[in-house]
């Protein structure tokens, strides 16, 4: 079955690098930014306070549930005028998260699997995430990136999976997604008819998805469960 396989999409956060080191750094840098330009804003949202601002203003705006570029600067602009601070620094602000947001830490296994895997297939990155290619260094192993920011809609949707298989000009027969998450990459990417595997990092603090990889109740196809990317290279010939 590995041989009707001519493509792969592969989730980003916790596939190939654990993201809430990076996302807890990336707030930090944000506060220092805050404490030397907003600094009302700073006293009186500190990282836990902003971050229920968030889920409120996500709560507040379900149909930007695919876009957390624009769900994080409705909470800055909201945090920075409830403070008294200037509501335009809200994008300098951002930018500044942003640009720590991508630096992040690879896997191990990740790069020399990444060079096993792209000399074979066409790689495409298919994230919910706002994680970018080129700043993270990955430009050059993937062909192109589809995000729920730019398709309109997030993982588990079938309609993002349907997008990436139009981008790579494959069926989704001819396609195997890679990701951590159980419902968001391999519930999501079955459902559309995908082939998949599972990583779940033996490192890894959490494991979402079920005690078993078990996926009888998907449609045909091939599922993989695997520790990190050096043993799907394998599985898959590369």
């Keep these: 079955m590995t041989m009707t396989i001519t493509a792969l999409t592969l989730d980003l956060d916790d596939t190939l690098w654990p993201v809430m080191p990076t996302l807890l750094r ?24 902003l971050q229920r601002l968030r889920g409120e203003v996500g709560r507040r705006h379900p149909a930007l549930a695919h876009d957390l570029t624009a769900l994080r600067l409705i909470t800055l602009r ?16 951002f930018t500044v998260f942003f640009a720590e947001r991508q630096r992040v830490q690879w896997y191990g ?3 020399p699997a990444l060079e096993r895997l ?16 080129a700043a993270t260094g990955l430009a050059p ?12 809609v997030a993982k588990p949707a079938v309609r993002i999976f349907e997008a990436a298989c139009a981008e790579l000009r494959c069926t989704a027969g001819q396609v195997m997604h890679v ?12 459902r559309a008819g995908l082939h998949t595997a599972w990583i779940r990092r033996p490192e890894a603090a959490l494991h979402r998805g079920p005690a078993s990889a078990d996926a009888d109740d998907a449609p045909a196809g091939l599922h993989l469960h695997l520790d990190d990317l050096l043993v799907l290279a394998d599985a898959l010939g590369a």
């Design 26 to 49: 990336a707030e930090a840098v944000l506060q220092d930014w805050l404490r030397a330009h907003a600094p009302a804003t700073a006293a009186a949202f500190d990282v836990p306070t």
């Design 78 to 93: 909201e945090a920075l005028a409830a403070a008294g601070d200037d509501p335009a620094l809200a994008e300098p602000a």
């Design 109 to 111: 296994d990740v790069r």
């Design 118 to 133: 792209a000399a074979r297939f066409p790689l495409l990155a298919l994230s919910n995430g706002n994680a970018e290619l």
């Design 141 to 152: 192993y993937f062909v192109g990136a589809v995000s729920a920011r730019s398709c309109g």
């Design 179 to 190: 990701g951590d998450d159980w419902t968001l990459d391999v519930v999501g990417a079955r």
